[in-house]
């Protein structure tokens, strides 16, 4: 939304992959006493990734047609053009090295569920899949959004003002998985299958950054009502996340498998007017937080099955002293690694969009 940095929105996405790799990392505390960790149960990080991702990148869209007032073929080439310098370099890396971390045995992993799919991320379009590269899930969904979200209002500007051409793929890109969802209910589903399905699915979930591009709409054409109701707002945030939390269902019931996801994502977005207005925190903490959500995209890929799963697999914590060095050795490997991908890699293939 703002070509400088925003504290807020760092913080926000900091957040996001604190979330996952605390998540992932109980995956060495298996068996382990302290297995169960964290006690309590927490919100999905990667709703927090969803929701800002839909939010700046409805922010670059609508800066795009209402002061260019065009958005044909080449802003669209535009678009996807430094979208995907952005991301699929990393991504195309970290599943060459996945392959070859399973083909050689460093850890487990079904080599069969490798194939062209995950080149074009299709790996999880309509069906599941499991046992290999489990994290690129949410990176379809990513990818296709942002395949779809532009193509979609390309298509309906001739027809309508950028104003209501914006909130109409909005609704869209609402509605259609939430019915989806509903057409697809099955309460016969266990806890691994609604994982697969209805979780990590492209077209279950594409609504999750649908509610990003909401709230981009309401900050773009309603920033003073943004602002002034950002606390409200918050606590109402809190509030739903806290229902959601307390509210548990199991996952053959109708909630569990169609308006969770809905009201997870509703709940993210309400955080978002008091994090995209705080603009600055001065001392080592803004500095901390600004290096871990650049170099979030790295941590998401690498921490699960490139960290955790080497250290389980190879290096299986025996007692408690020994758990807790590797679990500690788990979070200094991800920052480290994430940071120097980031760095000579990322960054590098990152800026070639520009040239």
């Known amino acids: 939304m703002h070509s400088q940095r925003i504290f807020g ?4 996405r900091a957040i996001a992959i604190l979330l996952v790799v605390f998540s992932h990392g109980t995956l060495i505390l298996r068996g382990t006493h302290l297995e169960g960790f964290p006690y309590w149960r ?15 990148i409805g922010g670059i869209l609508l800066r795009q047609i209402n002061e260019e007032n065009a958005f044909g073929w080449p802003a669209l080439r535009r678009f996807w053009k430094r979208r995907w310098y952005r991301t699929l370099p990393n991504y195309y890396l970290i599943l060459l090295l996945n392959y070859l971390f399973v083909r050689n ?11 062209w799919s995950f080149i074009v991320f299709c790996q999880n379009f309509v069906e599941p899949f499991h046992s290999f590269f489990w ?25 309508l003002q950028p104003k209501f051409s914006f909130v109409t793929v909005v609704l869209v890109l609402i509605l259609f998985p939430l019915c989806y969802r509903f057409v697809n209910y099955d309460p016969g589903i266990e806890s691994f299958m609604w994982d697969l399905t209805f979780r990590k699915t492209v077209l279950m979930r594409l609504d999750s950054i649908g509610y990003g591009l909401l709230a981009a709409w309401f900050y773009y054409y309603y920033k003073d009502f943004w602002g002034a109701l950002k606390w409200v707002s918050l606590l109402l945030g809190i509030g ?3 229902f959601i939390l307390i509210y548990y269902q199991a996952p053959n019931t109708l909630y569990k498998q169609t308006v969770y996801f809905s009201l997870s994502s509703i709940s993210v977005m309400f955080l978002l007017p008091v994090f995209s207005l705080w603009e600055i925190s001065p001392g080592y903490f803004n500095r901390g937080v600004t290096h871990i959500s650049k170099i979030s995209y790295s941590m998401y890929l690498i921490n699960l099955a490139l960290v955790a799963e080497v250290i389980k697999h190879n290096f299986p914590p025996a007692g408690k002293l020994d758990t807790l060095l590797k679990y500690g050795a788990y979070w200094v490997i991800v920052i480290v690694v994430s940071s120097l991908l980031y760095r000579y890699f990322e960054k590098p293939m990152t ?5």
Do not use: C, T
């Not at 929105?9 to 926000?12: A, I, N, V």
């Not at 800026?351 to 040239?355: A, G, S």
């Open 9 to 12: 929105l760092d913080l926000f």
């Open 42 to 56: 927490m919100i999905d990080g990667v709703d927090f990734f969803f929701v800002l991702s839909g939010f700046l």
């Open 105 to 115: 045995g460093i850890i487990s992993g079904d080599i069969a569920q490798f194939n």
């Open 135 to 159: 994290e690129s899930w949410s990176l379809s969904i990513e990818e296709w959004f942002y395949i779809f979200a532009p193509l979609l209002l390309a298509l309906s500007l001739p027809f």
């Open 240 to 242: 739903l996340i806290a």
């Open 351 to 355: 800026n070639l969009r520009d040239k």
